[in-house]
């Protein structure tokens, strides 16, 4: 149900919001880049080093567990600092990462590289869409929260194609240009991101509403949106919604740092805070706990076992992977504001079972074969695609969505950035296992445990998680209430929604 916010233009993106929303989606593209050359680097990394199998999957999955650290440190750092200089933070972090890996003279050197890239990656992704998020309207909130994830899609197809372009360059050389190049935008995003204004909603909760007023009328399509949500947000946070004060001084109570935030949210928190916790700690735990990461970081393994034993050619249908995953996700950002986070989420849940199910029989058959059934191959890499396509129609951008909206202001950066550290456990947890588990239970076996994974997050999603669109992030704690999801549930089915 769309809320009738006096004021706005529903139909209107405004150009100054979305580009706020864009260049801070470019430290995604960044961490995207770095997800998808990893994917063909690691052929090379592992012909150089000779490493084993073991080694490649810390290799593969150390970013993220380093990431952790980022995640959790970016929600106090954005608190104090801001969204803005947070990201200029993370910028920096992943150029150093980035120099690191493309020197990377042994494989100690390259794993520090990751380490510190990881770190960068956490702050990233804590930060790009709760930035995006207070930037933007409800009407278009879905669309702009979108766009960090839409950048990663970028990114992983700019990683394929860099390990396509260089995979003919000597080895020495090669894959150390696929991982170093990654430091030249993160050097300009660290330079331009000083050029966006900070989020409003951050310098209101800082009591700086005279800055706040003038980006709002900025990034609002009219005079009378911003000011209605200039006052949503005082309301909020506990201001009286007529102060036109430029400096005020903003209670202890609702100033969301230090520890009393830490124990409000995870010891103490309201039945609706605990339910938006759940929510949100559950969503980007089943982001990755579907196991997308097996599928974009060892494409070119899946590829070997269905059949496809050239490197060059393992690389060039990892290609494919990345257009697929922009082009859906292209779609999902179209979709999000007007058919719904919920509809979307069960989706595209349902249409992963269906595939990672058809992808577990054909790989094993594939397999049994030894390559000799083209038939059992040629549906592997098609049911590889509908992975990718259902992931990204649904579950992967409206995880960031999701997350970023529906934390209340005080709690918003620790909440996402408790959420990411979540995803960024689940990613490490399948990129640094999956090679051991496909060499325990077969490749195949590996994606049939997947899709059950999928059937449970699909009950989670549709008993859980109540409908946001169209919502004010100042109205998402009472939309968290007993009953309101039941209710939505109810409602769905009478009316033979689902």
Known sequence: METGNAGENPTRINKYACACAIVASMISIIFGYDTGVMSGAMIFVKKEFKISDAKTEVLAGILNLCALVGSLSAGRTSDYIGRRYTIVIASVIFLCGSVLMGYGPSYAVLLVGRCVAGVGVGF?????????????????????????????????????????????????????????????P?????????????????????????????????????????EFRLREIKKAIGIDENCDDDIVKIPDSVKSQGEGVWKELLLKPTKSLRWILIAGIGIHFFEHATGIEAVILYSHKIFDKAGVHDHKHQIL???????????????????????????????????????????????????HSGGKLIWALVLSIITTYGVVMFFNIGLGPVTWVYTAEIFPLKFRALGVGIGVAVNRLMNATVS??????????????AFFMFAGISVIAL???????????????????????????SKDVSKEVEIGKF
């Open 459 to 485: 009950i989670f999603f549709y008993f859980f998680l109540p409908e946001t669109k169209g919502k004010s992030l100042e109205e998402m704690e009472a939309l968290f209430t007993r009953g309101t999801c």
């Open 317 to 367: 249908a990892t290609v494919g992977v990345g257009l697929t995953k922009l082009t859906f996700i292209l779609l999902s950002t179209s979709l999000i504001d007007r058919v719904g986070r919920r509809k979307l989420l069960l989706t595209s849940l349902s249409g992963m079972v269906v595939t990672l199910t058809g992808l577990g029989i054909f790989l094993t058959l594939a397999e």
């Open 432 to 445: 640094m296992s999956f090679l051991s588990i496909s060499a325990a239970i077969t490749t195949g076996g």
């Open 186 to 226: 993160s050097l300009f995003l660290a330079i331009g991101i000083l050029k966006m204004p900070e989020s409003p909603r951050w310098l209101i909760m800082k009591g700086r509403l005279g800055e706040a007023k003038e980006i709002m009328h900025k990034v609002s399509n009219d005079p009378e949106e911003a």
């Open 124 to 184: 990233a992704l804590m930060i790009a869409p709760v930035y995006s998020a207070e930037v933007s309207s409800p009407s278009t909130r879905g669309f702009l929260s979108s766009l960090p994830e839409v950048g990663i899609s970028i990114g992983i197809l700019l990683g394929y194609l860099s390990n396509y372009i260089f995979s003919g360059l000597p080895l020495r050389l090669g894959w150390r240009i696929m991982l170093g190049i990654a430091a030249i």
